[in-house]
Nanobody, 125 residues
Framework: QVQLVESGGGSVQAGGSLRLSCAVS????????MGWFRQAPGKEREFVAV????????YYADSVKGRFTISRDNAKNTVYLQMNSLKAEDTAVYYC??????????????????WGQGTQVTVSS
């Protein structure tokens, strides 16, 4: 069973930064596409960022492009989300997810096989 544990959430003022981490318990971490999603209060969960198995390709939601950076360290079984210039509208529970499909980098939630429990990010204006 693959387990994902997010950390690094918290409260920050608008304009600040946070770095989320997601540790994945699997011997085959490098075979998973990794994604970050978020769910704001009263809203549906949405795509934030995705990174391919080798880390060579990544994609972002338009709302975070230029402010967030996704990265991974396959030696540490960890994926990161660096969040800069945070805005109040970034307030949400952030989830990491793992997709085992080979050769596909997907932004669709339904394609992901494993999910973390989420970490709260609160940005005050």
């Amino acid at each position: 069973q693959v387990q994902l544990v997010e950390s690094g959430g918290g409260s920050v003022q608008a304009g600040g930064s946070l770095r989320l981490s997601c540790a994945v318990s699997t011997r085959t971490f490098s075979t998973y596409t990794m994604g970050w999603f978020r769910q704001a209060p009263g809203k549906e969960r949405e795509f934030v960022a995705v990174i391919g198995r080798s880390g060579g390709n990544s994609y972002y939601a338009d709302s975070v492009k230029g402010r967030f950076t996704i990265s991974r360290d396959n030696a540490k079984n960890t994926v990161y989300l660096q969040m800069n210039s945070l805005k109040a509208e970034d307030t949400a529970v952030y989830y990491c997810a793992a997709d085992s499909t080979i050769g596909v980098v997907t932004t669709r939630q339904e394609d992901y096989d494993f999910w973390g429990q989420g970490t709260q990010v609160t940005v005050s204006s």
